[in-house]
């Protein structure tokens, strides 16, 4: 995987402010726009309209969109490739 800087930097910040933010926000959804990293998160009830704001709020710049939880969810796929013919 090729190194991202900005996104290095947009997850450290919201690292950094997981605790302040769990206590008021916690199972919100977090966006934070790169070029505004000083300013306060905006909050939102789902992933899709933190998406939303983000692009149109960034605009066209990079942002990041997390859910503030104590511990981040992983989730696993299975690994599986399916390779069918169609000649």
């Known amino acids: 995987m090729v190194p991202d800087p900005v996104l ?15 206590k008021t926000h916690e199972g919100k959804w977090a966006l934070m726009i790169y070029r505004r990293l000083s300013e306060p998160t905006e909050f939102f009830d789902t992933q899709r309209e933190a998406t939303n704001a983000g692009f149109r709020k960034s605009a066209g710049g990079r942002f990041f969109v997390k859910q503030v939880l104590k511990e ?16």
């Open 8 to 22: 290095d930097r947009l997850e450290a910040a919201f690292d950094r402010r997981r605790a302040k933010m769990l």
């Open 72 to 87: 981040d969810r992983v989730i696993q796929m299975p690994y599986r490739v399916v390779v069918a013919d169609h000649r």
